[in-house]
Protein backbone atom coordinates (compact mmCIF):
# COMPACT_ATOMS: atom_id res chain seq x y z
CA UNK A 1 0.00 0.00 0.00
CA UNK A 2 2.75 2.33 0.78
CA UNK A 3 4.70 1.78 -2.27
CA UNK A 4 1.32 2.72 -4.30
CA UNK A 5 0.76 6.33 -2.41
CA UNK A 6 4.69 6.89 -3.20
CA UNK A 7 4.90 6.25 -7.29
CA UNK A 8 1.79 8.71 -7.30
CA UNK A 9 3.10 11.30 -5.67
CA UNK A 10 6.20 10.85 -7.33
CA UNK A 11 4.15 10.94 -10.62
CA UNK A 12 2.09 14.33 -9.75
CA UNK A 13 5.41 16.01 -8.82
CA UNK A 14 7.00 14.76 -12.16
CA UNK A 15 3.68 16.26 -14.07
CA UNK A 16 3.67 19.67 -12.12
CA UNK A 17 7.80 20.10 -13.02
CA UNK A 18 6.92 19.55 -16.87
CA UNK A 19 3.73 21.41 -17.44
CA UNK A 20 5.33 24.50 -18.04
CA UNK A 21 4.53 26.74 -20.86
CA UNK A 22 6.27 27.30 -23.92
CA UNK A 23 9.65 28.99 -24.86
CA UNK A 24 9.66 29.88 -28.23
CA UNK A 25 12.93 30.73 -30.37
CA UNK A 26 12.12 34.03 -32.38
CA UNK A 27 14.50 34.85 -35.58
CA UNK A 28 13.36 38.22 -35.76
CA UNK A 29 15.00 39.35 -38.73
CA UNK A 30 17.96 39.99 -40.88
CA UNK A 31 20.60 42.13 -42.17
CA UNK A 32 23.16 42.07 -44.93
CA UNK A 33 26.44 43.56 -44.10
CA UNK A 34 27.33 43.70 -48.12
CA UNK A 35 30.77 42.13 -47.68
CA UNK A 36 29.12 38.41 -48.34
CA UNK A 37 27.97 38.37 -44.79
CA UNK A 38 25.05 38.54 -43.06
CA UNK A 39 23.78 39.11 -39.69
CA UNK A 40 20.77 37.24 -38.13
CA UNK A 41 19.42 38.84 -34.84
CA UNK A 42 17.32 35.88 -32.34
CA UNK A 43 15.00 36.57 -29.13
CA UNK A 44 12.93 34.62 -27.33
CA UNK A 45 9.04 34.19 -26.11
CA UNK A 46 8.76 32.18 -22.47
CA UNK A 47 5.05 32.11 -21.73
CA UNK A 48 6.01 31.07 -18.28
CA UNK A 49 6.10 33.39 -15.35
CA UNK A 50 9.53 32.40 -14.00
CA UNK A 51 12.75 32.63 -15.11
CA UNK A 52 14.36 28.79 -16.70
CA UNK A 53 17.76 27.64 -17.10
CA UNK A 54 17.85 25.32 -20.78
CA UNK A 55 21.79 24.50 -20.98
CA UNK A 56 23.87 24.63 -24.22
CA UNK A 57 23.62 21.02 -25.78
CA UNK A 58 20.59 19.04 -27.21
CA UNK A 59 17.59 21.13 -25.38
CA UNK A 60 19.46 24.62 -26.86
CA UNK A 61 21.70 24.09 -29.71
CA UNK A 62 22.50 25.57 -33.37
CA UNK A 63 22.44 23.34 -36.00
CA UNK A 64 24.52 24.43 -39.45
CA UNK A 65 26.73 26.53 -37.73
CA UNK A 66 30.03 25.89 -36.72
CA UNK A 67 29.23 25.57 -33.53
CA UNK A 68 25.90 24.12 -31.42
CA UNK A 69 26.43 27.16 -28.98
CA UNK A 70 26.77 30.66 -31.12
CA UNK A 71 26.20 32.72 -28.19
CA UNK A 72 22.52 31.70 -27.40
CA UNK A 73 20.79 32.69 -24.11
CA UNK A 74 20.79 29.73 -21.53
CA UNK A 75 18.64 31.61 -18.95
CA UNK A 76 15.06 32.59 -20.14
CA UNK A 77 13.32 35.86 -18.82
CA UNK A 78 9.35 35.48 -18.66
CA UNK A 79 8.05 37.11 -21.79
CA UNK A 80 9.10 38.21 -25.09
CA UNK A 81 12.81 39.50 -24.88
CA UNK A 82 13.44 41.26 -28.83
CA UNK A 83 17.33 41.31 -30.47
CA UNK A 84 18.99 39.25 -27.81
CA UNK A 85 21.82 37.95 -29.99
CA UNK A 86 22.97 37.87 -33.09
CA UNK A 87 25.04 35.59 -35.32
CA UNK A 88 26.86 36.16 -38.21
CA UNK A 89 26.85 33.85 -41.30
CA UNK A 90 27.36 33.85 -45.18
CA UNK A 91 25.56 34.00 -48.11
CA UNK A 92 23.97 31.07 -49.04
CA UNK A 93 23.98 29.55 -45.10
CA UNK A 94 20.88 28.32 -43.97
CA UNK A 95 21.03 26.90 -39.85
CA UNK A 96 18.51 26.52 -37.32
CA UNK A 97 18.38 27.62 -33.66
CA UNK A 98 16.70 24.82 -31.92
CA UNK A 99 15.25 24.74 -28.20
CA UNK A 100 13.04 22.87 -26.06
CA UNK A 101 11.30 23.61 -23.01
CA UNK A 102 9.00 22.27 -20.78
CA UNK A 103 6.37 21.97 -22.74
CA UNK A 104 7.67 20.96 -26.29
CA UNK A 105 10.58 22.03 -29.16
CA UNK A 106 10.82 24.80 -31.22
CA UNK A 107 13.13 25.71 -33.90
CA UNK A 108 13.77 28.28 -35.90
CA UNK A 109 15.42 29.36 -39.57
CA UNK A 110 17.63 32.01 -41.24
CA UNK A 111 18.97 32.65 -44.00
CA UNK A 112 19.89 35.21 -46.39
CA UNK A 113 16.02 35.36 -47.63
CA UNK A 114 14.91 35.77 -44.49
CA UNK A 115 12.74 39.10 -43.17
CA UNK A 116 14.98 41.82 -43.09
CA UNK A 117 15.49 44.26 -40.77
CA UNK A 118 14.49 47.60 -41.29
CA UNK A 119 17.58 49.65 -41.65
CA UNK A 120 18.12 52.22 -38.48
CA UNK A 121 20.91 54.43 -40.28
CA UNK A 122 21.24 57.75 -40.75
CA UNK A 123 24.11 58.32 -42.64
CA UNK A 124 24.13 62.39 -42.85
CA UNK A 125 22.76 62.78 -39.38
CA UNK A 126 19.77 64.26 -41.06
CA UNK A 127 17.01 62.31 -39.23
CA UNK A 128 15.96 60.71 -42.38
CA UNK A 129 17.58 57.50 -42.36
CA UNK A 130 19.05 56.16 -45.29
CA UNK A 131 16.55 53.55 -46.28
CA UNK A 132 13.90 56.92 -47.03
CA UNK A 133 17.15 59.43 -47.24
CA UNK A 134 17.14 60.44 -51.19
CA UNK A 135 20.11 62.12 -50.39
CA UNK A 136 21.56 59.87 -47.84
CA UNK A 137 25.09 61.87 -47.87
CA UNK A 138 23.33 65.44 -48.04
CA UNK A 139 21.79 66.19 -44.18
CA UNK A 140 20.49 69.82 -46.24
CA UNK A 141 18.21 67.52 -48.22
CA UNK A 142 16.18 64.45 -48.06
CA UNK A 143 13.43 63.98 -50.05
CA UNK A 144 12.26 64.73 -54.06
CA UNK A 145 8.25 65.88 -54.44
CA UNK A 146 7.73 65.48 -57.97
CA UNK A 147 4.79 66.69 -59.48
CA UNK A 148 2.66 65.79 -60.90
CA UNK A 149 4.59 62.50 -60.31
CA UNK A 150 7.99 61.02 -60.33
CA UNK A 151 8.95 59.89 -64.08
CA UNK A 152 10.82 61.67 -67.35
CA UNK A 153 7.16 61.30 -68.76
CA UNK A 154 4.47 62.69 -66.00
CA UNK A 155 3.78 65.95 -67.33
CA UNK A 156 1.00 68.71 -66.56
CA UNK A 157 -0.61 70.88 -69.39
CA UNK A 158 -1.23 74.07 -69.23
CA UNK A 159 -3.67 75.46 -72.26
CA UNK A 160 -4.51 78.99 -72.25
CA UNK A 161 -7.45 81.05 -73.59
CA UNK A 162 -5.41 84.49 -73.95
CA UNK A 163 -8.69 86.39 -74.64
CA UNK A 164 -9.04 86.05 -70.44
CA UNK A 165 -10.66 87.57 -68.50
CA UNK A 166 -13.12 87.51 -71.28
CA UNK A 167 -14.40 84.37 -73.29
CA UNK A 168 -12.91 85.03 -76.23
CA UNK A 169 -12.99 82.25 -78.56
CA UNK A 170 -12.40 79.71 -76.21
CA UNK A 171 -10.65 77.85 -77.88
CA UNK A 172 -7.62 77.23 -74.87
CA UNK A 173 -4.69 76.72 -77.67
CA UNK A 174 -3.49 80.65 -77.76
CA UNK A 175 -0.55 78.94 -75.83
CA UNK A 176 -0.19 75.40 -74.72
CA UNK A 177 2.94 74.24 -72.41
CA UNK A 178 3.65 71.04 -70.52
CA UNK A 179 5.25 71.28 -66.65
CA UNK A 180 7.23 69.66 -64.61
CA UNK A 181 8.27 70.26 -60.76
CA UNK A 182 10.66 68.68 -58.52
CA UNK A 183 10.80 70.37 -54.99
CA UNK A 184 13.78 68.85 -52.87
CA UNK A 185 12.85 68.94 -48.85
CA UNK A 186 15.15 68.26 -45.92
CA UNK A 187 14.37 66.71 -42.94
CA UNK A 188 12.31 69.58 -41.79
CA UNK A 189 9.91 69.31 -45.12
CA UNK A 190 11.59 72.61 -45.66
CA UNK A 191 12.13 73.53 -49.31
CA UNK A 192 15.86 73.78 -50.24
CA UNK A 193 15.54 73.56 -54.36
CA UNK A 194 12.48 73.73 -56.64
CA UNK A 195 13.49 72.07 -60.47
CA UNK A 196 10.56 73.37 -63.09
CA UNK A 197 11.15 71.95 -65.97
CA UNK A 198 8.81 72.93 -69.13
CA UNK A 199 8.16 72.34 -73.09
CA UNK A 200 6.44 74.82 -75.05
CA UNK A 201 4.18 72.50 -77.17
CA UNK A 202 1.90 75.21 -79.38
CA UNK A 203 1.13 78.59 -80.06
CA UNK A 204 -2.67 79.35 -81.67
CA UNK A 205 -2.34 82.52 -80.94
CA UNK A 206 -2.16 86.10 -83.06
CA UNK A 207 -1.25 88.03 -79.96
CA UNK A 208 2.24 87.75 -78.19
CA UNK A 209 2.02 85.84 -75.35
CA UNK A 210 4.75 85.53 -72.51
CA UNK A 211 5.25 82.88 -69.95
CA UNK A 212 5.74 83.99 -65.96
CA UNK A 213 5.36 81.96 -62.72
CA UNK A 214 4.48 84.00 -59.28
CA UNK A 215 5.94 81.96 -56.89
CA UNK A 216 4.20 81.40 -53.34
CA UNK A 217 7.55 82.67 -51.32
CA UNK A 218 9.64 85.34 -50.91
CA UNK A 219 11.74 86.34 -53.87
CA UNK A 220 14.45 87.29 -51.01
CA UNK A 221 14.37 83.42 -50.09
CA UNK A 222 16.24 82.48 -53.23
CA UNK A 223 20.14 82.20 -53.18
CA UNK A 224 20.85 80.68 -56.51
CA UNK A 225 18.66 80.68 -59.41
CA UNK A 226 19.91 79.26 -62.69
CA UNK A 227 17.83 78.46 -65.84
CA UNK A 228 18.74 76.55 -69.19
CA UNK A 229 19.43 77.47 -72.19
CA UNK A 230 21.19 79.93 -70.43
CA UNK A 231 20.29 82.37 -73.15
CA UNK A 232 16.33 82.69 -71.98
CA UNK A 233 15.79 86.48 -71.43
CA UNK A 234 14.54 85.20 -67.92
CA UNK A 235 13.68 88.09 -66.15
CA UNK A 236 13.69 88.02 -62.14
CA UNK A 237 11.20 90.49 -60.33
CA UNK A 238 8.85 90.77 -57.36
CA UNK A 239 5.45 90.70 -56.53
CA UNK A 240 4.65 92.38 -53.23
CA UNK A 241 7.68 90.67 -52.10
CA UNK A 242 6.91 87.50 -53.43
CA UNK A 243 8.99 85.22 -56.65
CA UNK A 244 8.34 86.32 -60.10
CA UNK A 245 9.90 84.78 -63.19
CA UNK A 246 9.03 85.78 -66.37
CA UNK A 247 10.86 83.63 -68.83
CA UNK A 248 9.56 85.67 -71.96
CA UNK A 249 7.80 87.64 -73.23
CA UNK A 250 6.55 86.18 -76.62
CA UNK A 251 6.56 82.76 -77.32
CA UNK A 252 6.90 83.28 -80.98
CA UNK A 253 10.53 84.19 -80.48
CA UNK A 254 11.21 80.24 -79.51
CA UNK A 255 8.69 78.50 -81.54
CA UNK A 256 8.00 79.79 -85.11
CA UNK A 257 5.10 79.14 -87.70
CA UNK A 258 6.91 76.71 -90.97
CA UNK A 259 5.46 77.40 -93.90
CA UNK A 260 2.08 79.10 -94.66
CA UNK A 261 1.10 78.20 -91.19
CA UNK A 262 -0.08 80.83 -88.94
CA UNK A 263 0.22 79.12 -86.10
CA UNK A 264 2.11 76.30 -84.36
CA UNK A 265 1.36 72.85 -83.90
CA UNK A 266 -2.31 73.55 -83.71
CA UNK A 267 -3.27 71.59 -86.88
CA UNK A 268 -2.03 67.86 -87.45
CA UNK A 269 -2.30 68.45 -91.03
CA UNK A 270 0.22 71.51 -90.91
CA UNK A 271 4.07 70.99 -90.74
CA UNK A 272 5.28 69.67 -87.08
CA UNK A 273 7.82 72.55 -85.02
CA UNK A 274 9.76 70.40 -82.45
CA UNK A 275 8.88 71.35 -78.44
CA UNK A 276 11.10 74.43 -76.90
CA UNK A 277 12.08 73.21 -73.64
CA UNK A 278 13.57 75.10 -70.97
CA UNK A 279 14.14 74.78 -67.26
CA UNK A 280 15.18 76.51 -64.05
CA1 LIG B 1 19.83 60.84 -43.64
CA1 LIG C 1 19.91 63.52 -46.45
CA1 LIG D 1 -8.21 81.84 -78.11
CA1 LIG E 1 -6.30 80.18 -80.55
Request: aromatic share 16%; glycine share 8%.
Amino acid sequence: MKTKIFIVLIMLMTTALFAGLKVQPVMECVSNNGDGTWTAWFGYLNENPNVLTINIGVHNKFVGTPSEDMGQPTIFQPGRVEFVFEVTFNDGDNFVWSLSGPNGHGSVNANSGSAACPRTDDSDGDGVTDEYDEYPDDMQRAYNNWYPAEGDNSWGTLAYEDYWPFQGDYDFNDLIMDYRFNMVTNGSNLVIDVFGFFRLRAIGASFSNGFGIEFPFMADSVEVLSVEPVDLNLVQESSDGQLVLLFFDSAMDYMSPQGIDEFVNTDPAETWVDNFEFNF
